[in-house]
Structures are given as structure tokens and as C-alpha cells.
């Protein structure tokens, strides 16, 4: 999967393909539409309760949102170190590393 727009990009995108006015999707989400704005231009990040929301809305999986919020989280706080490529390599042997303690019942 490569998605490069951030969460409130594709959210946007998705709106507008399905012709929905901010506010009628702001109101399902039980938000502000100002918030759904601040959203969608990255002002503001998505919590988790809004996936399933969003993704019954607009008959996308919620695991394909889920990674698209969470990678943003990511990359903005990456963003901001002088390696950030050389921490997502370590991240990503930590997490098997952990994982594999998991399965053999030691975390």
C-alpha cells in the first residue's frame, strides 16, 4: 500500500467523491464541522473512534484507515529528527523483536 496524502487529504478526497457537504459528515461524526475542517487541512488529527465511522460512510476498510491515520502520527513525529529513515528501520526490527517475545509468552 503507498498513500502518500495525509488522513484529512484522503477524508476530504472521499467527501467530495460521494458529494457529501462537510457539515452531513461532520454530523455523523458527532463533531463540529470546524473541526472536520481543521481535520481535513491537518490542524487537527482524527482520533480512533472515528475509523469504523468513516469507513461505514465511505465503504472503505477500516484497517486501510487505520494505517493511514497512525502513519501520519508517524511521520510527523519523525519528521522532525535528523534520521528519521534509519529510526524506522530499527522501529520495524523492534516490533518483530517484541512481537516474537509475545508468541513465546515472555510480554
Do not use: C, W
Not at 500500500?1 to 467523491?17: P, V
Not at 482520533?47 to 465511522?53: A, H, K, L
Not at 494505517?67 to 523492534?94: F, R
Amino acid at each position: 500500500m503507498t498513500i502518500k496524502e495525509s488522513f484529512g487529504e484522503h477524508i476530504r478526497k472521499l467527501r467530495e467523491e460521494n458529494g457529501l457537504p462537510l457539515r452531513k459528515v461532520a454530523a455523523v461524526l458527532d463533531i463540529d464541522p470546524s473541526t472536520l475542517s481543521k481535520i481535513e487541512r491537518g490542524e487537527r488529527s482524527a482520533n480512533r473512534e472515528m475509523i469504523p465511522v468513516l469507513a461505514d460512510l465511505f465503504k472503505e476498510k477500516t484497517e486501510t484507515l487505520g494505517i493511514i491515520m497512525l502513519s501520519d502520527k508517524v511521520a510527523y513525529d519523525l519528521m522532525q529528527e535528523e534520521n528519521p529513515n534509519e529510526i524506522l528501520k530499527v522501529a520495524e526490527q523492534k516490533i518483530k523483536y517484541l512481537k516474537s517475545l509475545r508468541k513465546n509468552g515472555q510480554k
